[in-house]
């Protein structure tokens, strides 16, 4: 399925209406088709994600890389890489012959700081004023994998949309085919049951192939339903600004 981005949200918006959700984000204006190359920017992600940021200590809850389970309905690149016996290495920023992410922060977010989970390349958090008193802090991970072994491309982005699909209560808002910083891509959007919250997420996975070899990038992003809007706006903001040197 070919949409743009401000498509996907108002598809968001949609669903969150049908399920009733109390809040749900309104779609913001995307001038970049979905095979448009973005445009550069000098913040580099994992730059920002080492400062020492004021986060809500103890409230960034990202999603599990297992929230779903075993048996989940879905094939995932998590399950090829296992079929395929092939070997995954976590990236972390400055690391010798991996591409460089670099973006600028959008409007209202900032450094998870010492939140950063240790897997991810880097992590963002949302400040703004609906994050205040809330019961979740909307956030951002960025994983960065290299993959040694015999990947095909195609086919993880083929699978790039089975793990939130394998995610409990999913209800999808849409999936497009994208092309970032030069590279092809995989959007899907939707909400799920987390823990207890009605939550709004969107992931981007990009399939980078360079002279150090074939990386994956995992963009995963989450909120509660009342602030779903910044969250879709941020990657929005990411999509127009991110670059990915290799």
Avoid at 170 to 183: I, K, L
Avoid at 196 to 206: C, P, R
Wanted: contains cysteine; hydrophobic residues 35%; charged residues 15%.
């Amino acid at each position: 399925m070919q949409m743009q981005r401000r498509h996907m949200v108002a598809a968001f918006t949609a669903v969150c209406l049908t399920a009733t959700l109390s809040a749900c984000g309104g779609g913001s204006k995307d001038n970049a088709s979905a095979t448009t190359t973005h445009s550069s920017s000098s913040s580099a992600l994992a730059t920002a994600t080492s400062t020492k940021a004021a986060a809500p200590t103890g409230k960034l809850q990202p999603r599990g890389l297992d929230a779903a389970g075993a048996g989940a309905a879905n094939p995932t690149i998590a399950d090829y890489i296992r079929d395929q016996h092939i070997t995954e290495t976590p990236v972390h920023e400055g690391e010798p012959g991996a591409p460089q992410v670099n973006i600028q922060l959008p409007d209202g977010w900032q450094s998870a700081g010492e939140d950063t989970p240790e897997y991810a390349y880097g992590a963002l958090v949302y400040t703004g004023p609906e994050a205040q008193g809330a019961n979740y802090t909307p956030n951002i991970i960025a994983l960065l994998s290299k993959l040694d072994g015999p990947a095909d491309p195609d086919k993880l982005l083929q699978l790039a949309g089975g793990e939130m699909k394998n995610l409990p209560g999913f209800v999808p808002a849409g999936d497009e085919t994208a092309t970032v910083s030069g590279f092809p891509a995989y959007r899907i959007a939707g909400e799920y049951d987390l823990q207890g919250i009605k939550a709004a997420s969107g992931q981007e996975t990009v399939v980078i192939q360079g002279p150090g070899g074939l990386y994956v990038l995992q963009m995963n992003a989450t909120s509660n339903e009342d602030q779903s809007k910044p969250l879709f706006d941020a990657l929005e903001a990411i999509d127009k600004s991110i670059t990915i040197t290799t």
